[in-house]
């Protein structure tokens, strides 16, 4: 475009065109709302100070588990979970889970430790004959994350070999204590052909906060493909007992079903 005229206006005219369009540029980065949480992909996450990392959050159905690595979910339908029950046997707390779930006909994971399957092989044949799955979970309840490859593979061959001998099955699912996974356990799990198994759903019940507080956690968490952990083992479990017998019926009634990983 040609200028013509007073120079001094026309300089005058020029600046106040290049406010007018830097002022138009400023507004319209400002209108552009920023990003937000929502655009980005759901991560796990790890709470600092707990090896145990978060699972992502689900999704509709849960997607699969790579092979090989630990899963968070079930991929049995819409309308299927899991129970598992860590840390037994126990004399006086397996028995009133076993009660429970032969009430309600539900099917659940029993995460065994090698030394009290070899304490009390008589509620291991009994878990056993009712139908529910038993994993391993270490010989003594052991942190494997940071282990040596000689160490990882005792616990696990140790604790499988006796599950073996006393329920004539010999694990097919393998659950890290407190979810302490490396990529040495991940490898002999694969060595032993045993599946790695989360969880999705924990109450804390190890922790003992209350009844109440347990049933709170899991119906405010259990979605479709959850995997629910629980504990017949490691201390008084009255209350996890206790949740229990108001759990279970709430959430048949909510439509869902009792599946094994």
Request: overall charge neutral.
């Amino acid at each position: 475009m040609k200028v013509t005229g007073n120079p001094q206006v026309t300089r005058r005219a020029l600046m106040s065109l290049g406010g007018l369009v830097l002022l138009s540029a400023c507004a319209a980065h400002a209108s552009t709302p920023p990003p937000t949480s929502a655009s980005k992909t759901p991560q796990p996450t790890t709470v600092p100070g707990d090896s145990h990392p978060s699972p992502p959050p689900p999704s509709d159905p849960p997607d699969a588990a790579p092979a090989g690595k630990p899963e968070f979910y079930v991929h049995r339908g819409p309308h299927a979970i899991a129970l598992t029950i860590d840390d037994g046997p126990h004399p006086e707390w397996t028995p009133q889970v076993l009660d429970l779930l032969r009430r309600y006909g539900i099917t659940a994971t029993f995460c065994q430790v090698g030394a009290q399957v070899s304490a009390y092989p008589g509620l291991v044949r009994a878990v056993a004959a009712e139908g529910h799955l038993i994993a391993n979970h270490t010989w003594t309840h052991a942190d494997l994350a940071r282990a040596s490859a000689a160490t990882v593979r005792s616990q696990l061959e140790r604790t499988s070999d006796e599950i073996e001998k006393v329920s004539g099955h010999r694990p097919a699912l393998y659950r890290a204590p407190y979810g302490a996974w490396s990529k040495q356990t991940l490898s002999t799990c694969r060595e032993l052909d045993m599946r790695p198994l989360d969880w999705s759903v924990d109450p804390r019940d190890w922790s003992r906060p209350g009844t109440s507080r347990i049933v709170e956690r899991i119906m405010a968490h259990t979605h479709p493909g959850s995997i629910i952990l629980e504990h017949d083992g490691g201390g008084d479990r009255s209350q996890t007992v206790a949740a229990l017998r108001v759990v279970l019926p709430r959430l048949i009634d909510a439509g869902y079903q009792f599946v094994t990983p």
